[in-house]
């Protein structure tokens, strides 16, 4: 099986890496950005084009959502298979007259942070029962969590995802600009957020709230809204608001 | 030092806790709910009352926020020194003749939930140096991390954990209450929500922030939008339009 991965972001890059560390073979990793690719090309052994696409069975798709379609009018070939690695689009957003599909791991991928790739869940989506066998076989190699996915459940995935992972983070951020507004080293709050995160492995996250909103603690919560100002102000009226309709207070 | 305990929550039990692990002896733990101090006395072996206090050089209040100061004058004793653990009052809440404090762990604690209290930072705050003394002394035996805030900081550090650990806490039950609308386990997005967590200690949370709002990716913004209604779909608009002030896009 010839496989080419196309993109050279963060998932086309962690994508490629675990293969490599997999031992799955890659003809090419194929994409626009010359620079990236070629960064990765050197990192990770495997050859690079940004020009002609290599002849190859499966073509693997991991480039950003509304760069997909485009990017998939590039495989001229009929008799292969090629995936994107999207949460959110549909397999049919791509064209051409191969076999369609979606290989969607759900995870977090930053280039600048290693991952353990045995546990990412992959979600599989295919045309038949043939290609989900090639599918879930690539997956198996790097990953312990391979299920099949249809497209409406994928959007909820990810979704969830977007709460769970990419808000979480900016909440991160938005609490270190308050300590470091008062000059706080933030690794303070490491303890708390590992414990917080440890936390719902054993309790469900709606039975594990603390705070000022959940104790209803008007004090506290007026007093901290004259500390905040803007965005900050704005997440903190909505998360207390949010809190107190979940618990009904 | 004789050492007293008030309160019978999640605070109250894991400083208790934590202080009969460390072998700091206590006296008693105090309080009004008669229940939960039978079953702290029971599972940790200290005498409990719930009307009269005990004589003692220490009293350690860690009961919620709006109880402090009525707590405070319990206490009649005047050569003593007392400590509440609340993140956001004032030492001088505490109503009494004696020497006044704050000790305050920055931790969310959950009685289902065990602790590692090596790590737990302890922010101290007294009225003079032998007071300091006398703290930092008693939370060392518990804590690798014990410092002095003023009430000023403390207030901020506290605000910083609520975004921390109390929203983020809240965004988890809001993506349980979207994935298990769909029959998705919650268990897919924990090696997600470790990762997420796993990044920070190495990377700033601003350059670690992946996700459509990041990437402007307004069809999925879009179509997010619409699976979404109420308080998510609210939470989901603020965290967006914060994400993309952040950014600036």
Redesign the interface.
């Known amino acids: 099986m010839q496989i080419v991965i196309i993109g050279s972001g ?1 998932v086309a890059y962690h994508i490629t890496k675990a293969f490599v560390f997999n031992k799955i073979p890659l003809v090419q990793i194929f994409g626009r950005n010359e620079k990236e690719l070629s960064k990765i090309s050197e990192e990770l052994n495997i050859p690079f084009s940004s020009e002609k696409l290599e002849d190859a069975d499966l073509y693997i798709i991991c480039v ?3 760069s997909v379609e485009e990017i998939s009018k590039l495989i001229s070939k009929k008799n292969c298979l090629v995936a994107h690695t999207s949460g ?1 689009l549909p397999k049919e957003i791509l064209v051409g007259e191969y076999r369609k599909s979606s290989f969607y791991p ?5 280039k ?2 290693e ?1 353990e790739y045995k ?3 992959f979600f599989i989506e295919t045309e038949n029962e043939e290609d989900k066998k090639i599918l879930f076989e690539i997956a198996s190699k790097v990953s312990e ?1 391979v299920m099949e996915s249809t497209h409406e ?1 994928r ?22 600009e ?2 470091d ?2 000059e ?1 080293p933030f690794d ?28 209803n ?1 008007k ?2 919560l007026e ?2 809204e004259q ?2 100002k ?3 102000l ?3 009226k ?2 207390n ?3 107190q ?2 618990y009904e207070l």
Chains 1, 2 share one sequence.
């Open positions: 963060n950003s959502d509304n959110s759900l995870q977090t991928f930053s600048s942070k991952l546990k990412i869940p969590n459940k959007k909820y995935i990810h979704l969830t995802a977007v709460f769970a992972c990419n808000f979480v983070n900016h909440l991160f951020s938005r609490a270190k308050i300590s507004s008062q706080i303070y709050f490491l303890p708390l957020i590992d414990e917080t995160v440890q936390k719902i492995h054993e309790i469900e996250p709606k039975s594990a709230q603390t705070g000022p909103a959940v104790r603690d004090r506290v007093l901290h500390l905040l803007d965005e900050s704005e997440i903190y909505v998360m608001h949010s809190i309709k979940m």
